[in-house]
RNA sequence: GCCCUCGUAGUUCAAUGGAUAGAACAGGACUCUUCUAAGGUCUUGAUGUAGGUCCGAUUCCUACCGAGGGCACCA
């Protein structure tokens, strides 16, 4: 950024556009035989070609810019590769962890609201990519300065708990639901809705059952409390293997006192009316089906808890934004709620739905209650087993195995759900979560793996550790070229990832970096060249190592340094 | 029926309105007495259809076709 910033700040001088929107015009050539920046011409003039020219002799080029050159209609910079490697090389150096690291959200507080499963139900890959992608956010948001609150939404009430008592009162078992927790719950679970379909009856009783509960039924709180309890160590164990950490567990729930009051504020502020029964929010002149405050039978809805919990956070944390990381299927759900707060006087642009596309099978599509569902648990026990397997025929003498295939096997299935844009629905297939060659999270891992090699055996074999202290000037060559301007975007692909709330152009950015230090692998040698080179390059090796692990991290993901 | 999203090589995905649309997988041919072959090199191959806006469209607009999702008492 700072790169790109000073050069829009040259070329702002020369004409007599601002440096913003030099800043905006300028971008990276598709080809780097093109150069490292290029300025299109076209709103300079009639003539592109001819005003490039003029600004070429205008521009006063900085220091990190060896020439420009002008190509057809645009104005094109080449890097000074010595700069560009001091400036670089350096800062990754000096920050080490703290690469990419920035400051603009300083003071400014986001609640992140993600994962969310539903108690009582298997935590299924459809959850996965809700918690993949917000444990993204709330990394990269982190990092850049950001105050970040995360909120695990639990599905924790509603009439699916009708449902659940009731079946479990029918077919429960003390001893199963010991056992196998969520598993039972499951099994009933399904079997209610089969037995539904014969019995509609029992659609009543379950509405009945959670009216029940909502007036606080003494024992059927306590049922829902045990569901809760043995539903959440389930899914805390996913999110240890996962290392995901939420700042709260808030659920639902959490936000049943604060029903009666959300209602009576819509109330006065007259948004409320009362239809077939029901106490609605009509939302017909925005074209779009009301929003629900109270069912006919009184109790409340997903839609009041939202509600709820939208001005619970508002109130109690204060943010600047309200980030709810949900599948797309929910789109029209939160554009209901984001216009009743708006309604209500909300400021508009204070909260936003990263939706995402959704798992696709080739049988159709995925439902809890049908009971076919793909578990994570399966996913990832399958992709650690594939890991320990590679291990053992590529590195049997590795130390710690079962650590490093846990990394790769769960960095396998995250870099998966985090590598494409993230409104594409998925197609889920096991060969592309078990594979661990091409765009791969392995792929990347074992570039790290690759590049720590090189600096443990520069330690041992002569005695080198990576000094900054270096002459810039060996630094000549494509590969190395490449493998720079790569980890100098570094910062800017954060920025990218935080304005669209998009993993995916790290995760594209990850496999870019690996990729060139791959070609720069092969082609440069590091140890056993001249002493001037190979401490050039030791820390050009050690700079990669770095972004790659400060990239991994804020995947989410595990970097091995050796696998 | 209405609304939303997505249509790019055989397959899975990239591409702030810009240059010759870039990878990976699968297929074929090479490459481990030299820093980990989970790698590298070479090779075939694509913007659903028809219009429009623009100096310039994979990207924006309209229609159609195809896939997915949604459309008040589930979440």
Redesign the pocket.
């Known amino acids: 950024m700072r790169f790109q910033e000073e050069l829009a700040e040259r070329i702002a001088a020369a004409t007599q556009l601002s440096a913003e929107k030099i800043a905006?015009?300028?971008?990276?050539?598709?080809?780097k035989?093109?150069?490292d920046?290029?300025?299109?011409c076209?709103?300079l003039g009639k003539n592109?070609h001819e005003a490039a020219e003029q600004l070429k002799e205008k521009v006063q080029l900085p220091p990190f810019i060896a020439k420009a050159a002008v190509?057809?209609?645009?104005?094109?910079f080449f890097f000074s590769l010595p700069h560009l490697a001091e400036a670089t090389l350096t800062e990754v150096y000096q920050q080490v962890d703290f690469y990419g690291k920035q400051d603009l959200g300083k003071g400014k507080k986001i609640v992140l609201e993600f994962s969310?499963p539903?108690i009582a139900k298997p935590f299924g890959i459809g959850h996965l990519r809700s918690t993949v992608i917000g444990n993204c956010l709330y990394k990269v948001f982190s990092f850049l300065g950001y105050a970040l609150i995360s909120v695990n939404?639990l599905?924790?009430?509603?009439?699916?708990?009708?449902?659940l008592l009731v079946a479990y009162k029918k077919w429960g078992n003390k001893a199963a639901l010991e056992r196998e927790p969520v598993q039972h719950l499951l099994e009933i679970y399904v079997r209610f809705h089969k037995e539904a379909e014969q019995h509609p009856e029992l659609?009543d009783e379950?509405?009945e059952a959670?009216k029940k509960l909502e007036e606080g039924d003494k024992a059927s709180l306590e049922l829902w409390e045990l569901f809760r309890e043995l539903s959440l160590e389930e899914f805390r164990r996913f999110y240890r293997i996962l290392d995901v950490e939420f700042d709260t567990y808030h659920g639902?729930a959490f936000y049943n006192p604060l029903l009666d009051e959300t209602v009576k504020k819509m109330q006065h502020k007259d948004l409320a009316t009362i239809?077939?029964?029901?106490l609605?929010v009509?939302l017909q002149k925005w074209?779009?089906?009301?929003?629900?405050l109270?069912?006919?039978?009184g109790?409340?809805?997903?839609?009041t808890?939202?509600l709820a919990a939208a001005f619970y956070r508002l109130r109690h944390y204060k943010p600047i934004k309200v980030i709810y990381v949900?599948?797309?299927?929910?789109?029209?759900?939160f554009?209901q709620l984001f216009k009743v707060l708006e309604l209500a006087g909300v400021k508009k642009d204070l909260f936003t739905h990263v939706?995402f596309?959704?798992f696709?099978f080739p049988e159709?599509?995925m439902s809890t209650?049908k009971g076919n569902v793909i578990f994570l648990e399966e996913v990832l026990d399958k992709a650690v087993a594939?890991?320990r397997k590679?291990?053992e025929?590529?590195?049997p003498a590795?130390q710690q195995k079962e650590e490093?295939?846990k990394q790769?096997?769960v960095g396998?299935i995250l870099f998966?759900d985090l590598?494409?844009?993230?409104?594409?629905?998925?197609?889920f297939?096991w060969?592309?979560m078990l594979?661990?060659?091409?765009?791969?999270g392995?792929?990347v891992?074992?570039?790290h793996?690759?590049a720590?090699?090189?600096?443990?055996?520069?330690q041992k074999e002569h005695n080198l550790g990576v000094s900054p202290l270096v002459n810039f000037a060996t630094f000549n060559l494509e590969e190395e070229r490449a493998v720079l301007a790569l980890l100098a975007g570094f910062p800017d692909v954060l920025q990218?990832v935080a304005e669209?709330y998009?993993p995916?152009?790290l995760a594209?950015h990850l496999?870019?970096l690996?990729?060139a230090f791959?070609?720069?692998?092969?082609?440069?040698?590091?140890?056993?060249e001249q002493m001037h080179t190979m401490k050039g390059?030791l820390l050009l090796?050690q700079s990669v190592r770095q972004v790659l692990k400060n990239g991994l991290q804020l995947l989410g993901m595990k970097a091995?340094?050796?696998?």
């Open positions: 905006a015009f300028l971008e990276i050539p598709p080809d035989k093109l150069g920046f290029a300025f299109p076209f709103s592109p190509i057809g209609p645009y104005l094109n969310s539903n939404h599905g924790d009430w509603g009439t699916q708990f009708g449902k659609e379950a509405r959670f639902e239809s077939e029964g029901a609605i009509d074209n779009m089906p009301p929003l629900m109270r069912k006919s039978d109790t409340s809805i997903y839609h808890r939202d949900v599948g797309s299927e929910q789109k029209l759900h554009q939706d596309g959704l696709r159709g599509k209650r594939l890991a590679v291990i025929e590529k590195n590795l490093v295939a790769v096997g396998a998966a590598s494409a844009d993230r409104v594409r629905d998925v197609e297939s060969e592309k594979s661990f060659e091409g765009e791969t392995p792929y891992q074992y570039t793996a690759r720590c090699s090189i600096l443990r055996k520069a990218k669209t998009k995916h152009h594209q496999i870019a690996s990729q791959n070609e720069f692998y092969h082609k440069c040698p590091v140890i056993s390059r090796v091995p340094e050796e696998m």
